[in-house]
């Protein structure tokens, strides 16, 4: 296959893009085009890796209002109507609604994948469906799954040793919930404890930390301590981290120092941390949004996620990462003009880097054959007019493919709108 009159987002010039059995071979202004070669004209739009997703609940989506929609939009209201929804859940049902949202991912651009997967339930039925659906797509996604402790490690019953059997059965990530834990002592003790795991199954770690209005909650500091102490920061996330919105100034100055030493990674989630945030305030009302734009001028790895696509936590969603995308630049507050050209690098780049996967991502020579072409002339184009993908291709085939639309108005004459400039 040879992909002709490519934009890549590092070069001035249109460049051909060569692929053979499955890997990238030659990137260069003018390539021969050989008998019986597939064709696919890029017409100078924008090629980039393909999307994303580093927080996803697959085995939760696809339940909004099941066996009842969260009224307040807490996210305990939203924890307590999946308790309920759990005592009806078996395989086939994960694998079936997993298997939607994730073809609608697919559609979206979207081919790497972490899903955070509930380990508080004594049968693990969404763990074990998700193993097996991993292995299902993996020719279509990388999956990589997290052992997530929805209602606790130590406040669930035999929390810990559901969590430690899911790594057994395969899970690639190990998680925590520290903040929604019954105490600080047991939340910083279920820190310790995924620590100890993380390195005796060596799998890389990702926490749900501080997703709570409350400037008490401080259990980053705990996971980054950790991180440096034990040199895991590249193999170590925290997710959502809302709580910062509320620090104050010094303690946040401090933090960061920390952050920085430590090498951690960071996941906000835009859609839904501005949905679930900010319940319990009047006015003024927190966004509740980590500080990813201070995250971004340290030069700390930031990136943004989904967390949910229409389930107890977010009625919403089609997988649709530019969604997430724009919101977050909105919320932010990263709107010049070369922050939001640069800006695909928050649901790409900075997101293989937090699922540590960079030996197989990005348009280079040798690497494996995984792009997306977007019908757009560069990054601030793709963000603003909302662009589908246009193509995603995976080690070299076609996955998904989408016919451009056309939008006509009849005013003074018959014109074809395009919302260019």
């Not at 939009?73 to 395989?91: M, P, Y």
């Not at 040199?231 to 809302?242: D, E, L, P, R, Y």
């Not at 989904?306 to 990263?334: A, E, K, R, S």
Request: aromatic content about 8%.
């Amino acid at each position: 296959m040879i992909i002709k009159n490519a934009k890549l987002e590092d070069k001035a010039q249109l460049v051909d893009i060569k692929i053979e059995n499955g890997c990238f071979t030659e990137i260069a202004p003018m390539i021969e085009v050989g008998e019986h070669e597939e064709i696919i004209d890029a017409k100078g739009w924008l090629v980039v890796p393909p999307f994303v997703e580093p927080h996803i609940h697959l085995d939760t989506t696809l339940t909004a209002g099941e066996p009842r929609w969260n009224e307040s939009g807490t996210l305990f209201e939203g924890i307590q109507c999946w308790s309920e929804r759990k005592e009806a859940l078996n395989k086939e049902d994960v694998k079936n609604r997993a298997r939607q949202a994730i073809k609608w991912q697919v559609a979206n651009g979207i081919q790497f994948i972490r899903t955070h997967v509930d380990t508080t339930d004594p049968e693990l039925t969404a763990i074990k469906a998700l193993v097996e659906l991993r292995e299902e797509l993996k020719d279509f996604v990388t999956l990589q799954i997290v052992a997530f402790p929805q209602e606790g490690i130590l406040s669930y019953p035999d929390g810990l040793e559901l969590l430690e059997e899911a790594l057994k059965l395969g899970a690639d990530v190990i998680g925590a919930i520290p903040h929604f834990e019954f105490t600080r002592e047991y939340g910083v003790a279920s820190i310790e404890k995924i620590f100890e795991l993380g390195k005796k199954y060596d799998v890389l770690i990702d926490v749900h930390c501080d997703e709570i209005d409350d400037e008490q909650s401080r259990f980053i500091e705990v996971v980054a301590t950790k991180a440096y102490e034990n040199q895991m920061g590249h193999k170590v996330t925290a997710s959502h981290t809302t709580a910062m919105h509320s620090y104050n100034g010094a303690y946040a100055y401090k933090l960061f120092r920390l952050l920085k030493m430590s090498g951690i990674n960071f996941v906000a989630n835009p859609l839904v941390n501005i949905h679930l945030q900010g319940r319990f305030d009047t006015y003024p009302k927190r966004r509740g949004i980590t500080r990813v734009k201070e995250m971004l001028e340290a030069d700390i790895n930031v990136c943004f996620g989904h967390d949910d696509i229409f389930d107890p936590w977010y009625p919403l969603g089609t997988g649709n990462m530019l969604q997430v995308l724009h919101m977050g630049l909105h919320v932010c507050q990263i709107m010049g003009y070369g922050q939001i050209n640069e800006s695909l690098k928050l649901i790409g780049k900075n997101s293989a880097k937090a699922l540590n996967i960079q030996d197989q991502y990005g348009i280079e020579e040798g690497k494996p054959a995984n792009l997306i072409i977007l019908p757009a002339e560069n990054g601030y184009d793709a963000v603003r007019r909302q662009v589908p993908v246009a193509y995603s291709i995976r080690k070299g085939k076609v996955i998904a493919q989408t016919q451009i639309g056309e939008t006509t108005v009849y005013l003074d004459k018959e014109e074809m709108i395009d919302f260019k400039k």
